[in-house]
Structures are given as structure tokens and as C-alpha cells.
């Protein structure tokens, strides 16, 4: 498929996705948010729902989130511009409210869709709820700043998803805000694992080279030139994803109203 061709197919998701009736929240939206960025990227950043902001613009991340997601992505070098950014669901729950295991099982499919057409190498999971999709039954608190196979029943057929709290938990959090400079520092490393990977054989979701527990891959960042070391786990077998576990206290305070 053709950069034309993958935007076009963008396009005609985005559509439907402004048009979409499939659960209560496009009663109360005024814009639905398909997502947006480069046809062409190997990267793809999924945060949960849109906030106040991106409800008026029909934009992701363009609220006080949305900067410091640009902020991170500065700091390894790169621009918004350069991914795609979307999210779990595609309108924007009440009062920023997390989004229901059935408003998400209605809108996955888009998402499903927009990974099918990209293809991407390495998925980035913002927040708790994309975290639920990608990495079923992990806790964020446990698993951020980690990647491991996705499952092709997700949209990509051959990727690495690699997990990092939301920014808006960032914003309230110094700790986390650390934290996700720490973690975004190894989303270039955890690409060129990616990469690697798909080159080896055919796409699949045990890659070609089997990726054991705790192994280890290190590359310079873009930013720091620095030595980021990143913890790559294999995939859970599912035939379809579960609801997200249930949080700790830690995982309660890092996503309580993520989306704005």
C-alpha cells in the first residue's frame, strides 16, 4: 500500500468515525476525534479518550496533555507530526469520566482498522485503558517503560507495544513526569527492536527471533545520545482482550481523569 493509499484509507475510517452512532457517547460530543499524523510512520501513540479540548477541535492531545505529550516527543527528537496519535475511544466520555468496557468494544474496531492500514512497527500506550487492549490484566505502575509482542488480533500484524503512563498523569504527578521522560528516552531503542524484528522472517506474533523475559536491547537516543536499556517481554495468548485489571492505589492516582 501506498502513502496515498494509507491516507486515503485513513480518511474514509476518519469519516465514518465522525459519523459513528455505535454507543451512548456520541450523544453528548460535539466533534469526534479519529486521530491524526503521518500515513507513513512506524509509530503510533494510543492515549484513552478525548478531553474538553479535543472535543471543541476534533484534534487528540491538543489540550495541557497534549503539549507535554510534544514536550516528550522533543526530547527524543521528534514531532507530533511525525506519528500518528489516536486513542481508545473516539468521543469524549462525560466529565472526562474513564470510558466503559462497552463504549470501548464499540469503538476498537476503527482503532483496529487504523493499525490494520498503518501497520506500524512499535505502538505507544498512553494511560491505563490503551494499556487494558494492548497488554490485558497489566498494571501500568508495574509494566511502563516495557515492551512486549502485540497481538495481531489488535490491528498490526508484527509490532512491539511498548507502555508509558498518560501526560496528563504527568502533569499532576512529578514522579510520573519523571518517569515518563525516563520512559519516552527508550521509545527510540524499543523502535529499532521493532525493526529488527519484522526484517528477520515473516510477521507474526512470536517474531521470527524469539524474544525471551528480560532480555535487553540498547541504542542511543536522538536527543541525548545516551544508553537507554529496554525490557522486552513476550505477549500474552488471547483470543480476545479482557477487561483491564483491576488498579492498585498507584495506578488509581496516576489515571484518575487522564482525559483532558
Known sequence: MTDDERQAALEAIAAEVRNC???????????????????????????????????????PFVGRAGTLLATLLRSIGWRREEVFITNIVKCRPPENRDPAP???????????????????????????????WFMPGARISQVHGT????????????????????PAAALRTPEIERQSFADVASVPATLAAARARRSTGPAALEPAVPIQPEMTMTAPTPAQGARPTVTVTPAPDRDRPPAPAEPSATDAAADQLTLF
Not at 479519529?34 to 478525548?50: H, I, K, L, N, Q
Not at 462497552?102 to 490503551?130: F, K, M, N
Not at 509482542?149 to 498518560?166: E, I, T
Open 102 to 132: 462497552d463504549e470501548i468494544a464499540a469503538c476498537v474496531p476503527y482503532l483496529r482498522r487504523q493499525l490494520e492500514v498503518l501497520e506500524p512497527a512499535l505502538v505507544v500506550t498512553l494511560g491505563r485503558h490503551s494499556l487494558g
Open 21 to 59: 452512532t455505535r454507543c451512548r457517547l456520541h450523544e453528548g460530543r460535539t466533534r469526534a476525534v479519529p486521530g491524526e499524523g503521518s500515513a507513513s510512520t512506524e509509530v503510533v501513540f494510543v492515549g484513552e479518550g478525548p478531553g474538553f479540548n479535543e472535543d471543541r477541535e476534533g484534534r
Open 147 to 166: 515492551a512486549r509482542p502485540v497481538d495481531p488480533s489488535s490491528g498490526p500484524r508484527a509490532a512491539l507495544v511498548f507502555a508509558m503512563y498518560h
